[in-house]
Structure formats: C-alpha cells, structure tokens
C-alpha cells in the first residue's frame, strides 16, 4: 500500500481517456492510486507454444494475479489465469478477440469468452502449476496437469507472455 502516480494501461500515453466496457469515460490514464502492484512481460513475442507458471495464490481481498499472453488488434489476449484473492476456489480464464468461439469446461459448459472454474480445493494452500497450450485452433487452459478448459480459437498474431499481481477496482469484476 502506497501512493503512486502511475498510467492505468502502460501501453498508452499519459493523457489518453479510459473508457469502461460501455464507452463511458473513467479519467486520464496517467492517475493517482493508493496501491501499486507488479508485471514482468517478456520481449520476445510468440506464436503459439506451451506456457507455465508455477504459484501460491494469495488470500488477501483485492489481490488480482494473472498470466497471459497480449497482443494483436484489437486487444488480443488469451488469459490462462486471472485468480482474486477472496475467490480461493477458483480460476479464471478467458481468450479475448473478434469473433472468439466459447470457453468449454470439462463437463461441457459452455460460457462466452470464457469465466470463472470452480475447483476442488483451495489454491491458496501449497503451490499449484497453471498452464496453456496454444495450437494452431484452440488453447487448452490446465491447473496442475488437468485440462480444466478448451477455447476453440485461431490467434495468428505473435503475443507477449506476462505475469502480474494487480490491485482489484471495487467497482468491477476485477
């Protein structure tokens, strides 16, 4: 916890406007926050392969961890895990992009671009591994070896891998 003066989304410039997902305006990016969190993204960019991190989820209300993949246009993700630290018993994932097909879950729910798992187990309670494997028309989405997900999707853009811990708006899902 502290006060900073950081942008919103790194990409863009300081006095770009932030809309919500309804084209409303939130503020300028560059802005002041109460809490500061951390990413680590790579340079090189990639086109489909296997990606795995390995974690202990926090329980603190507010934390948001996440691994994925960006880029593309527009807004290209594929989002192998978004967790909230008061959601212990689940997982997020999610691909973003035009015409994305749906996320199926082992027991074949569907759900459009993606959601939230609930699990067996508390992920907060020892380390865990989560992986995705990106092919050339789908990502399986895995937790501790299991395939928890399948989105049939093509991704022909490269994307940046990244890792992150962020500060959760009380205002939205996230």
């Not at 603190?60 to 993949?69: Q, V």
Request: aromatic share 12%; proline share 3%.
């Amino acid at each position: 916890k502290e006060d900073v003066e950081e942008k919103y989304v790194e990409r863009m410039g300081d006095n770009d406007s932030i809309k919500n997902g309804k084209g409303e305006f939130q503020g300028i990016n560059k802005r002041k926050w109460k809490y500061s969190g951390g990413l680590i993204h790579s340079k090189k960019k990639f086109l489909k392969g296997y990606f795995e991190i390995k974690f202990k989820a926090p329980s603190d209300k507010g934390l948001w961890p996440a691994f994925w993949l960006y880029g593309g246009t527009p807004n290209e993700e594929i989002d192998i895990m978004e967790l909230k630290g008061e959601r212990e018993d689940q997982i997020h994932v999610e691909t973003h992009c035009q015409k994305c097909d749906m996320v199926r879950n082992p027991i074949g729910l569907k759900r459009s671009f993606g959601g939230w798992l609930k699990l067996n187990g508390k992920l907060n309670e020892g380390f865990n591994v989560v992986s995705g494997l990106w092919t050339d028309d789908e990502v399986r989405y895995y937790l501790n070896g299991k395939c928890i997900a399948v989105s049939k999707v093509k991704f022909n853009v490269p994307k940046a891998l990244a890792a992150n811990v962020a500060i959760a708006d009380d205002n939205g899902p996230f």
